[in-house]
């Protein structure tokens, strides 16, 4: 069974602070996501990685920043925490390759920033 | 660009009986794969069910199917005999092939509530 982690399930951070949101993946996948989740509006991209240091910004990079030194691990930095990025936070991973391959996520970090 | 659009933002159905969530997509592609997600309260997002664009034939996954109309770039979620752990947010998601390191499209989700 392929499984994404994620370090914390809730997390009450203040403004200002930096907050760490860790993912890591158990399948050596080449592909990680990092996605916001809110009401109304659906998942909507962060960043992704395609490879160890490398990263591409996804839909809504503001504000955010990502980490990726191992294959396994991917984490989503907020260098100055604010209210707005209260939110469900969502990693998850893919294989990569040309061919169709499921996206595994998960459980999610719901952050509120104070 | 793509999109998805879920038009739904809540429904609710009683244990047993069927229901259909609708699913829109805008894209210029020929070549792509269509999503149904599945986020139960508190729980992690699974796979549903795929559907290829160039396979005719509608999905199915058990008690899951879906009614793909790729003229009309609709793509429905059919659930049969609807049970309580039926209850949970469905999202609809598009990608595009050749797929390699290219993103999903998420809709804004459905919040389905099968009432007992």
């Known amino acids: 069974d392929v499984k994404v982690t994620q370090s914390s399930r809730y997390l009450v951070k203040r403004t200002g602070e930096k907050v760490f949101l860790e993912c890591v993946q158990d399948?050596?996948?080449?592909?990680m996501f990092w996605y916001r989740q809110d009401p109304g509006l659906g998942l909507r991209l962060i960043y992704f990685?395609?490879?160890?240091?490398?990263?591409e910004k996804g839909d809504i990079p503001e504000g955010y920043s990502v980490s990726r030194e191992k294959k396994e691990r991917f984490s989503l930095i907020l260098e100055s925490a604010s209210t707005n990025q209260t939110s469900m936070y969502l990693c998850?991973?893919?294989?990569?390759?040309?061919?169709?391959?499921?996206?595994?996520f998960g459980p999610g970090t719901r952050l509120t920033v104070l | 660009a793509q999109t998805v659009t879920q038009s739904q933002p809540e429904m609710s159905v009683q244990e047993a009986e069927t229901v259909t969530l609708s699913c829109t997509y805008d894209?210029?592609?020929?070549?792509?794969?269509l999503f149904w997600y599945k986020q139960p309260p508190s729980r992690q997002m699974i796979l549903v069910i795929r559907?290829?664009?160039?396979?005719?034939q509608n999905a199915t996954e058990n008690r899951f199917s879906v009614n793909f109309q790729k003229a009309a770039k609709s793509f429905s979620l059919k659930i049969s005999d609807s049970q309580l752990g039926d209850t949970a947010m469905y999202f609809c998601a598009f990608m595009r092939l050749p797929s390699g390191t290219y993103k999903y499209i998420f809709g804004t989700g459905t919040r389905l509530k099968v009432l007992a």
């Open positions: 998850a991973s893919r294989s990569g390759g040309t061919s169709y391959n499921e996206q595994f």
């Open positions: 399948m050596d996948h080449e592909n």
């Open positions: 559907q290829e664009a160039y396979k005719q």
């Open positions: 990685s395609y490879d160890v240091k490398m990263k």
């Open positions: 894209t210029s592609e020929n070549n792509y794969y």
